[in-house]
């Protein structure tokens, strides 16, 4: 027996209204549901009766029972501008703010002036034809796989795609485009070889059966050396529609990136149809964007597999709001000047070392991510700690993501909101020192 006089310690197991008030129990509530917590309390309570737990530990038992709030918000010190992993394009206050309002009952399909049924999202079609007049129409979907899988659908199913060997791409998690693209029923004739093809090749492909021209921005690797490729604008001579799929979701050209395919361009160059998605460059909400001639996207419009893609009014929100106002989160961290960068980095260095912890401003390289724009690199900087910070970092809250370099822990700052400089400072205190 354990406990004061000899007591049974069952008796010091903490009341269920008693833990349902602690603080903590109390904010999960409102987080999880009363039904959940109250099971949680519960299974805690039985375990110290069985006396596997002290009494003191129940309230800690029950919250750890808990499942961690999901998803959880992370600050991205990686020095990756599009990481996919969090998520890719953080969202601008104003699409946030959009989103916030099309939470409850908005007029997505309502014309409020006339009481009448109106077009879907018309918001963020208008805001993106807008900003890519060359477009005749517009569309969205809810991701860019999706509108490469209904043009193939609505244009080529049950006829053949022509596309060069070498843009056979694989777009993660072990999808490939050719199978992708096969689902629809259309038949893929690849044309060149991995590392040339020439607009030959693609003409002596062309016959009756022919859907339209695939032209795919190869966005997540680079080949080099002996190579060729063809442009949309050879391409729009064969006679038949092209699709471009240009991937990363540029509207019109960026310095920064001049290899990067943009919306606009690739439309003028002679593209019957782009698509793009909309969280990576555009820096907005996971949309499938399309844009061209006017007859095929009503055509695709019009497809009854449109309907299954469809975008939430919360989407479509973020959507409008970010092309209506381009000065996202990703473009700030794309042209984040490197001399800021450094000085940011070395004033949060300094605060640090005030507090007794030690680190380095070193020399970085950031990218770009999310399928965009590979083989660039962003000049940078990092604080540098010991790798052992890697994980409590991650591990807390708010979570802290770097990268590990040569055994050195890298927080790049580029993609962390100044504001936001205070809490990587309290973060990195929290890590235990060396003892």
């Not at 009494?55 to 959880?72: G, I, K, Q, S, W």
């Not at 509108?147 to 993660?172: K, Q, Y």
């Not at 590990?404 to 962390?416: A, F, I, M």
Request: aromatic share 2%; proline share 7%.
């Amino acid at each position: 027996m354990t406990g004061d006089g000899g007591a049974d310690p069952r008796r010091r197991v903490p009341r269920t209204d008693a833990l349902l008030a602690d603080p903590a129990l109390a904010a999960a509530t409102g987080t999880f549901g009363r039904d959940r917590v109250m099971a949680a309390v519960r299974r805690a309570q039985e375990r110290a009766r069985r006396g596997e737990l002290s009494p003191d530990e129940v309230r800690d038992a029950a919250l750890a029972a808990l499942p961690a709030a999901a998803p959880r918000a992370v600050l991205n010190a990686t020095g990756v501008v599009l990481h996919t992993n969090l998520g890719r394009a953080a969202l601008s206050p104003a699409a946030l703010a959009a989103v916030i309002a099309a939470a409850g009952h908005t007029d997505v399909e309502l014309d409020l002036r006339t009481g009448r049924r109106a077009r879907r999202g018309r918001d963020a079609l208008d805001a993106l034809a807008a900003a890519v007049p060359d477009a005749g129409a517009v569309h969205v979907v809810n991701n860019g796989a999706a509108a490469l899988v209904l043009a193939a659908t609505a244009l080529a199913a049950g006829g053949e795609i022509v596309v060069s060997r070498g843009e056979l791409v694989e777009i993660g998690d072990g999808f490939r485009l050719p199978d992708l693209l096969e689902s629809t029923g259309a038949r893929l004739r690849e044309v060149g070889t991995t590392n040339r093809t020439t607009l030959a090749d693609y003409a002596a492909a062309i016959g009756p059966r022919t859907g339209f021209v695939l032209k795919v921005h190869p966005s997540n690797f680079q080949v080099t050396g002996f190579t060729s490729a063809v442009p949309v604008r050879a391409l729009a001579t064969l006679g038949v529609p092209v699709v471009a799929d240009i991937g990363s979701g540029l509207l019109a050209p960026d310095p920064l990136l001049p290899d990067e395919p943009d919306a606009a361009s690739t439309l003028r160059a002679g593209a019957a149809l782009v698509t793009a998605s909309g969280d990576k460059l555009l820096g907005g909400p996971q949309a499938g964007l399309l844009l061209g001639a006017a007859d095929l996207v009503e055509r695709l419009r019009r497809h009854p597999l449109a309907r299954a893609l469809r975008v939430d009014k919360l989407t479509l929100a973020a959507l409008a709001a970010t092309v209506g106002d381009p000065d996202t989160p990703t473009r700030a961290a794309l042209h984040a000047d490197a001399g800021a960068l450094r000085e940011r980095t070395e004033r949060l260095r300094d605060r640090l070392a005030a507090d007794g912890c030690k680190a380095e401003v070193v020399p970085a390289a950031a990218v770009v991510g999310g399928g965009g724009a590979p083989g660039v690199e962003l000049d940078s900087w990092a604080l540098s700690l010991p790798e052992r910070y890697a994980e409590p970092l991650r591990t807390g809250d708010p979570p802290v993501l770097g990268r590990v370099v040569r055994g050195r822990l890298l927080l790049d700052l580029r993609c962390v909101p100044a504001d936001a400089d205070d809490a990587v400072r309290a973060a990195v205190l929290r890590v235990p020192g060396d003892g």
